[in-house]
C-alpha cells in the first residue's frame, strides 16, 4: 500500500506547504490562526464588501474561508496567500488561486480563478499591484496552464484595472447570485508582468 492510497488521516508525506513571496512592502504566507481577529474584522466591514456578492462574514464564517485557502494548496497545488504588511506586521488581505466550482455560465470550473482583496485602509499604496504581480509571478513559473480567470463587479473600477494590466482580458458578462459580472481571463500567450 503506497502513501497516496491511505486515507488522508493517515498518509506520513507532508501536505504541500505555501511558498512565501515577497514584495518591496509585503510577505504573501499562509494564513495562519493568530490572522483571525484581524480577518473577521476586516470582513465585518460594510465597506469591505461593496463590490462583493457576498455580505459582511461573521468570525465563523471567515475561519472557515482560511481553513478551505489552506485546503486549496493541499487538494490543488495552488492556492491563496495571505497578505502581510512588512512595516506592520499587521494582516491586510488575501490573494491567489481559486477553483470553487462556481455554478455559473460560462463555466470557470477546473480553471484557476484569481481573487484579491485588500483591507479598505490600505486602498491606493499598490499593494494589489505588488502582490497580484507577485502571485501572477508564481504561477506563470509553477502552474502549467493555459489560462488563469476572474470575476470583477462591473462598477468595480480599480480591479478591472488592475486585472487588465496583468493581461486579463473581458471575455464575459453574466449573472452570479443576482450581481452582474464581468467575467475575465489571462491566456497563455497574453502573459506578461509590468515592469515596476
Known sequence: MTSASLPLSLRTTPLPLVPLLETADLYLRAPQPTNLPE??????????????????????EVWRRMLAQLGHWAMLGYGSWAIEEKTSGRYIGTVGFFDFQRDLTPS?????????VLAPHVHGRGYGSQAL???????DAQLPIE???CIIDPDNAASLNLARKFGFREFA???????TIVVLERLREDKRLPIG
Do not use: C, Q, V
Open 39 to 60: 480577518a473577521a474584522a476586516m470582513h465585518a466591514d460594510p465597506d469591505f464588501y461593496r463590490f462583493l456578492a457576498n455580505k459582511p462574514n461573521s468570525e465563523e
Open 133 to 139: 504581480h507577485a502571485a501572477l509571478a508564481w504561477a
Open 108 to 116: 470557470l470550473k477546473g480553471t484557476p480563478e484569481a481573487g484579491w
Open 147 to 149: 489560462r488563469i480567470t
Open 173 to 179: 458578462r453574466t449573472t452570479y447570485h443576482n450581481d
